[in-house]
């Protein structure tokens, strides 16, 4: 069984799966059947209680007692799709999964062994949530752990998708998190189909979009997930690169170097560049930081506290060794923080980038613009995939923390 994070993906060993999500709650869970496009090609491509069989894709109710499930047959699901979404909402009108931790749970459809479980990041004012995606990648279906949560209801999913949702206008996407990693970008979602099925009044009911005063979505990622095949990237938040250039994982020495100035002159700010390994079950296993210049047998090293953040270039770099990282290490969240207590609204041209250690080639850049007035950030995290690949994510998420160690807890979540 394999313990998943955000954006890992694993091959299936069986033909025939079934994905159930289980929380403290009842959960209304649905499947939506895409094609490359990103979207269904009808709304008989969405697969839910009242609508609970499509080609190749079956919803299973747990009767309360267990919870939902989507069951895909691979060898049934038509030419054409080439990923199917599992997502699920709160049954109750209006609930958000604010103190809800739901737990997807893929398995074996034929002797329910289990293959694969997925716990996403915590969650607040979300009312839906795409948990993973069932997907065909060069002849073979994987499934991949998503987590992206959507704070206008399934409504937000379905309409994001194609499918036309009953007493709205036409269907528009409503800010919220981009289509699945790694799909081209979205085309304008389709027209109601003449012979529509019977729309869940849920969905029709769903609240609207978040007041400006809450909480937003999370911020959706451009392009999806790319690679460094065309040279340098210029990652926005929440956007994702693979380190493959040239069809082979990049696994020499790399840098991230970190940088910042201050905002007002004369001005000195201490900021402390870190690194924070776990393991499958996000389970802390070392911080590199100025205290512990070397961990992981050396994987991961530290240039060094920088007391000012003056001179050109990096102030701070943690050198990491792709290769020698060992298997137990599945996740590393690079952070910074304010040990001397300024704000990040006092701090000018911080970012990160990623730097090939042996040619010196800078391969991804990450400008960190919004600022906040907080003492920690995560800059970016790094994800092992099965395949054995690594994937950066630019993150730039703010939070209270002075030092390495209070930003532990929330990079565990974050992963």
């Known amino acids: 069984m394999t313990a998943m994070t955000p954006g890992s993906n694993i091959p299936l060993s069986a033909a025939r799966v079934a994905v159930d999500v289980s929380a403290p709650v009842r959960l209304d869970v649905s499947g939506l059947l895409l094609t490359a496009s990103g979207k269904v090609r009808s709304d008989d491509d969405f697969v839910f209680y009242n609508q609970p069989v499509g080609p190749g894709v079956t919803y299973r109710s747990g009767g309360g007692a267990s919870p939902d499930a989507i069951l895909v047959d691979t060898t049934a699901v038509p030419p054409g799709i080439e990923k199917i979404v599992v997502t699920a909402s709160p049954d109750a009108a209006g609930q958000t999964f604010q103190g809800i931790e739901p737990t997807a749970t893929v398995r074996n459809a034929d002797d329910n062994s289990v293959l694969a479980t997925f716990t996403p990041p915590l969650l607040t004012t979300e009312t839906a949530l795409v948990v993973m995606e ?64 019977p729309v869940d009044p849920r969905i029709a009911a769903s609240p609207a979009p978040l007041a400006p005063s809450a909480a937003p979505a999370p911020a959706p990622a451009p392009s999806g997930r790319i690679n460094l095949d065309k040279g340098r990237v210029n990652l926005q ?92 290490a599945t996740g590393l969240v690079f952070t910074v923080n304010s040990f001397t207590g300024q704000k990040f609204t006092e701090v000018a041209k911080a970012y990160c980038r990623l730097i090939d250690a042996v ?57």
């Not at 036309?164 to 799909?183: I, K, L, Q």
């Not at 850049?365 to 919004?370: A, E, I, M």
């Not at 994937?391 to 992963?415: D, H, N, S, Y």
């Open 359 to 415: 040619t010196g080639e800078e391969l991804v850049r990450f400008d960190l613009t919004g600022t906040q007035p907080q003492t920690g950030v995560m800059m970016a995290k790094l994800i092992r995939q099965f395949s054995g690949e690594w994937e950066m994510t630019a993150m730039g998420e703010f939070i209270k923390a002075r030092t390495v160690r209070g930003m532990v807890k929330p990079a565990a979540q974050a992963l």
């Open 134 to 197: 069932v997907y065909l990648r060069n002849g073979a279906w994987k499934v991949r752990a998503v987590g992206q949560g959507y704070a206008n209801g399934l409504a937000g999913i379905a309409t994001d998708f194609g499918v036309s949702v009953e007493d709205e206008p036409a269907p528009t996407a409503t800010p919220a998190p981009a289509a699945t990693p790694g799909a081209p970008p979205a085309p304008a979602a389709a027209p109601p189909m003449p012979s529509a099925p």
């Open 237 to 328: 938040k929440n956007q994702t690169v693979s380190l493959v250039k040239g069809g082979r994982p990049l696994l020499s020495q790399v840098k991230m170097g970190l940088g910042w100035e201050p905002a007002f002159r004369g001005k000195d700010i201490d900021l402390d560049a870190s690194v924070i390994a776990y393991g499958p079950q996000r389970n802390h296993l070392d911080s590199c930081y100025f205290g512990k210049l070397s961990i992981l047998n050396g994987a991961i090293k530290h240039s060094g506290d920088n007391l000012t953040g003056e001179g050109a270039g990096d102030d701070e770099v943690i050198t990491v060794d792709l290769g020698r990282i060992p298997a137990e």
